[in-house]
Structures are given as structure tokens and as C-alpha cells.
Nanobody, 129 residues
Framework: QVQLVESGGGLVQAGGSLRLSCTAS????????MGWFRQAPGKERELIGA????????YYADSVKDRFTISRDNAKNTVYLQIYSLKPEDTAVYYC??????????????????????WGQGTRVTVSS
């Protein structure tokens, strides 16, 4: 089973861009589909999007489709989340997650009977206005 560590969070100004990284260790990274999630203060965790094992396909939640890009580099055991045009409402803790099944990642925040195999510990992003 892989372990996941997110990085790249911090304090940024509205309108700026940020790239978060999630690096895996201890397992076969390329056998996992990967997802990015976020949890804003006082809110439930929400899916941002997911990427297939090969990186050939991505899925994004409708609420974030235009400003977020997910990519991965299997040679570096890393998945990335690029965020453009940051807004104060993007302030949240951002998590990556891994599961062999992409569908599980896509539904985990809406299906209480499901959980994904591995969660990262999260990285905090604060967007100032």
C-alpha cells in the first residue's frame, strides 16, 4: 500500500496560481488511480477530480472544471493539482487519495458506504482577498 504526502500549499493572493504535489512511496504508484479533494472550514470534503492510472484520462467535478488541472508523472510517483485564478473560497485543506478503482475515487464523497484505499494528510491552502 502506498503512502501519500501532499505539498505546495500556503498563503496565496486571489487571482494567483498554485501547484500542489502529492508524492507516493512504498507501493506501485502506477497501479492506482488518483484523486484530489478539498475540505473548506465547516464544510464536507468534496471531490475536485481524478486521474486514471496511466494519466490518459481525467475527471473533474462540475464546480471546479475550468480552473483546476490534474496531471501525474508515474516516473516521479507524483500527481499534481494546478489551480488557476485562485479565489478566497478556494481556501481549504487539499487532500490526495489513491485507489485501484477510479470510480471509487469519484463517488467516495457521495457514497457513505465507500472509502478509498489511501488518503494523504492534506496541505492547507489559504487565499487572501
Amino acid at each position: 500500500q502506498v503512502q501519500l504526502v501532499e505539498s505546495g500549499g500556503g498563503l496565496v493572493q486571489a487571482g494567483g496560481s498554485l501547484r500542489l504535489s502529492c508524492t507516493a512511496s512504498g507501493g506501485a504508484f502506477s497501479t492506482y488511480a488518483m484523486g484530489w479533494f478539498r475540505q473548506a472550514p465547516g464544510k464536507e470534503r468534496e471531490l475536485i477530480g481524478a486521474i486514471t492510472k496511466s494519466g490518459g484520462s481525467t475527471y473533474y467535478a462540475d464546480s471546479v472544471k475550468d480552473r483546476f488541472t490534474i496531471s501525474r508523472d508515474n516516473a516521479k510517483n507524483t500527481v499534481y493539482l494546478q489551480i488557476y485564478s485562485l479565489k478566497p473560497e478556494d481556501t481549504a485543506v487539499y487532500y490526495c487519495g489513491a485507489d485501484p478503482i477510479l470510480h471509487t475515487i469519484v463517488v467516495v464523497t457521495t457514497d457513505k458506504d465507500k472509502d478509498i484505499e489511501v488518503w494523504g494528510q492534506g496541505t492547507r491552502v489559504t487565499v487572501s482577498s
